[in-house]
C-alpha cells in the first residue's frame, strides 16, 4: 500500500499546531524530517511522539515531514494519526495518547452553567489556557466552525483534548454534528468522558433519542461510569415548535438552549440587539424548559467588543428565566457571571424572607410574615431559589443562608 497525504496547518499566523504530510513506501524504513523553531530543545521529543503513532498503526515504512509551531504532543498524535487515516491507513491498534487527565467527580444534572466558552475543535491553540478564564463549561466544537474537509481532524483533535487537557472546573462539553454525522463524532468522544453533549438543531426527539442510546451503548462497551447529560440546540421554527417534546425525549437532557444565527435564518429576519424577533421563541424555549423540570440557557452574544449590549443581554435573559448563556470569547465570561448572579439588594430581601419562612416554620406557623406584611407560598419560594443561587455563586457563604451580603 502507497499513499501520501497531509493534516494540520502552516503559516506565519498558527500557534500551538503543525502540519504533518505523510509518504506511505513499501520498503525503505522510516524517515521524520522535522522543522521547528523550538528543535533544538524538543526535537527528540516530537519524532518519539511521531513513531508512537506510527507504531500504534504499525506503519513501517514511510516519510513523515513536521512543520511545528509549538503544538503540543497531544496535538502532534492527532495531526499524524489524520495524515495517516487520510493516506489510507486502516489497520492498526489504539493510537490515543498514553496520557489521561483527572476528570473528577461527574458533573451534576443541576450545575452551574452560566457560561458556556465555545472552542472551535480544530484549533487547539485555544484548549489549553481556556480553563484560566473560569468558565463554567467548555464547548470543543464540532459542528459550526470546523469546515467540511476537517471534520475527520477536529473529531481526533477533540478526542485526544478530553484525555490530555485540563480544563479545570469547567464542564466539559462536547457539540457534536447534526445526525447521522454526529453519531462518529460519538464514538470517538464518548469514551473519553464528555460531562455534556450538545446536539445542533434538534427537531425531533428520536434524534435526542438516538443520541442518548448510542452514549449508552458506549458506555457500556467501555465499561464507563458516570451521566452523560444532553442539551439539545433549537434553532430552527420547527424546533421551538416541538420544544416540551425535545426537552422530555429523554431524562438525560439537563438544559435547553437556542441558538440565534440559524433561528431568525429560519424566520428570514434580521437577528438585531434588540432581540425583538426572536422573543417568542426564546419566551417559548424558557416555558417549555421549566415545564419540563431543565435549565434554560440563552444564545451567544455576537459582538466581542460591545460589553455594555452584552450586559444588556445578559440581563433581559436573566429577566426571561434563563440561567446562563454562551460565550465566543473568554472576555465575556465576567460581564456574564455579573449579570446572572442577583443584586445585594435581592439576595438581603430574599435572605429576610427565607429566614422568616425558617422562624414560622420552627414555631409550627402556617403563616409566614416579614414586618407588617404577609408572604404568599410562592414568594417564599422564589426567595429561596435567590438564595440557593447566591451560594451557588459565592455571593453567600456556603452554611450561611440567613446571612447577607
Not at 463554567?136 to 481526533?156: C, F, G, P, Q, W
Not at 445542533?200 to 451503548?217: L, Q, S, Y
Amino acid at each position: 500500500m502507497a499513499g501520501r497525504a497531509e493534516a494540520g496547518r502552516r503559516g506565519d499566523d498558527v500557534r500551538s499546531d503543525l502540519h504533518v504530510e505523510v509518504e506511505l513506501r513499501k520498503s525503505g524504513g522510516r524517515a521524520v524530517d522535522v522543522e521547528s523553531k523550538v528543535a533544538a530543545y524538543y526535537l527528540d521529543s516530537i519524532v518519539e511522539t511521531v513513531d508512537v503513532v506510527l507504531d500504534a498503526f504499525d506503519v513501517q515504512h514511510v516519510r513523515v515531514a513536521v512543520d511545528d509551531q509549538g503544538a503540543l504532543p497531544f496535538v502532534i498524535e492527532a495531526r499524524v494519526e489524520t495524515a495517516l487515516q487520510r493516506a489510507g491507513v486502516t489497520s492498526g491498534g489504539d493510537a490515543r495518547p498514553a496520557r489521561r487527565v483527572e476528570i473528577g467527580a461527574p458533573s451534576a444534572r443541576d450545575r452551574l452553567r452560566r457560561s458556556r466558552l465555545y472552542l472551535p475543535g480544530n484549533e487547539p491553540k485555544f484548549f489549553v489556557n481556556a480553563g484560566l478564564h473560569q468558565p463554567d463549561a467548555v464547548i470543543l466544537d464540532l459542528e459550526d466552525s470546523v469546515h467540511a474537509s476537517e471534520k475527520d481532524a477536529a473529531r481526533t483533535v477533540v478526542r485526544n483534548a478530553l484525555r490530555c487537557v485540563d480544563f479545570g472546573g469547567a464542564e466539559r462539553m462536547v457539540r457534536i454534528n447534526q445526525l447521522p454525522v454526529g453519531l462518529e463524532d460519538l464514538e470517538a468522544v464518548v469514551p473519553e468522558s464528555p460531562q455534556l453533549i450538545l446536539l445542533p438543531k434538534a427537531e425531533h426527539a428520536d434524534d435526542m433519542k438516538a443520541v442518548d442510546e448510542r452514549i449508552r451503548t458506549i458506555q457500556a462497551r467501555e465499561s464507563l461510569e458516570g451521566a452523560v447529560w444532553m442539551m439539545p440546540i433549537l434553532e430552527t421554527a420547527l424546533g421551538i415548535e416541538r420544544a416540551f417534546e425535545i426537552a422530555t425525549a429523554t431524562d438525560s437532557t439537563v438544559a435547553l438552549t437556542i441558538g440565534l444565527e440559524d433561528y431568525t435564518a429560519d424566520l428570514g429576519v434580521t437577528k438585531t440587539v434588540e432581540g425583538q424577533e426572536s422573543l417568542f421563541a426564546r419566551t417559548r424555549l424558557v416555558n417549555a424548559a421549566k415545564a419540563a423540570g431543565l435549565q434554560a440557557i440563552d444564545s451567544v452574544f455576537g459582538d466581542v467588543g460591545d460589553m455594555e449590549g452584552l450586559r444588556s443581554w445578559a440581563r433581559q435573559s436573566q429577566a426571561l428565566g434563563f440561567e446562563g448563556m454562551g460565550c465566543i470569547h473568554p472576555r465575556q465570561i465576567t460581564p456574564i457571571h455579573e449579570e446572572f448572579a442577583p443584586s445585594d439588594a435581592e439576595v438581603a430581601k430574599a435572605v429576610r424572607i427565607v429566614a422568616a419562612f425558617e422562624e414560622a416554620q420552627a414555631k409550627g406557623l402556617g403563616v409566614v410574615s416579614l414586618g407588617t406584611k404577609m408572604i404568599d407560598p410562592p414568594v417564599v419560594l422564589r426567595a429561596q431559589r435567590v438564595v440557593e443561587r447566591a451560594m451557588r455563586t459565592g455571593l453567600i457563604p456556603d452554611g450561611r443562608r440567613g446571612e447577607a451580603p
